[in-house]
């Protein structure tokens, strides 16, 4: 990989996410990062942490070997065609980072000549902590694992079948709004029974890392380390069960749902 370069066309949040978490991965070398935008002055940062960055993004595509394509679903096309005659067959591999726009797709704007990544991180890449899911089509072995390495740079990523790549837009992707969420509701929960709200923020956040942190290392069910803290007739468990009386669980699961139909659609 350390000869291998990388473009991020479109560097909006997302895409400046991804790029940012290379920047900040030190088996990459800066200078093997290039980034684009219209307006260069949103990505003035990614230059100053070493990347190159630009426009133009024919000159990015001729002087990379992996084009991760971070545009909306709808401009995906038109950055296709642009991009088109700088593309080589023997060179190029590409990714795209759109939701809802399958490989084939993609693949039959490109003649099925090139393989085809899609890839659905989120934007804790740039602290190195995404999620990403990826599939691809025409691809082997070898690009497979340069693309699973550019995204377990910037945190894990997983090899999926394409038809769960929607799904794992949602859990993935919109998940970390809604844990985000839930995060603010605890912490105006905090404020009420007493914290400032900065101190409230430092607890709930810690709270939150620390319970992700014990699912990882202990390979355990939510449940199990649930029974570890619920003593009978104690605080935790009478909150637990006003969650659930208010709708906690099944409010969230619909949220997921309905968000995987707006999808679909």
Not at 188 to 201: E, H, L, P, S
Not at 211 to 232: C, G, R, W, Y
């Amino acid at each position: 990989m350390k000869n291998d370069k990388i473009s991020v066309i479109g560097c909006g949040n997302l895409g400046k996410s991804i790029a940012k978490g290379l920047l900040n991965h030190n088996e990459f070398s800066s200078n093997n990062v290039i980034a684009t935008r219209r307006n260069l002055s949103f990505i003035e940062d990614l230059k100053e942490a070493g990347a190159d960055i630009t426009s133009d993004n024919l000159y990015a595509v001729s002087n990379s070997n992996i084009i991760l394509i971070a545009v909306k679903p709808y401009n995906v096309s038109k950055i296709i065609n642009e991009i088109k005659p700088v593309l080589k067959e023997d060179k190029h591999i590409i990714v795209s980072l759109a939701t809802g726009l399958g490989t084939a797709e993609i693949s039959d704007m490109l003649d099925n000549k090139f393989p085809i990544y899609r890839a659905m991180p989120n934007i804790a890449a740039n602290i190195g902590e995404s999620v990403t899911c990826i599939c691809s089509k025409n691809s082997n072995q070898e690009q497979t694992e340069k693309v699973k390495f550019i995204f377990d740079a910037v945190g894990e990523s997983l090899i999926i079948n394409e038809e769960l790549m929607e799904a794992a837009t949602i859990l993935g992707a919109c998940g970390i709004a809604f844990v985000f969420r839930f995060i603010r509701a605890m912490i105006q929960g905090g404020i009420q029974i007493g914290f400032d709200a900065n101190t409230a923020k430092k607890i709930v956040s810690q709270t939150v890392k620390g319970a992700a942190q014990m699912l990882q290392e202990n390979n355990d069910h939510p449940e199990s380390e649930i029974d570890k803290v619920t003593t009978p007739k104690g605080c935790t468990i009478v909150g637990l069960n006003e969650m659930e009386h208010q709708g906690f669980s099944s409010s969230l699961i619909k949220g997921i749902i309905n968000s995987f139909e707006k999808i679909e659609k």
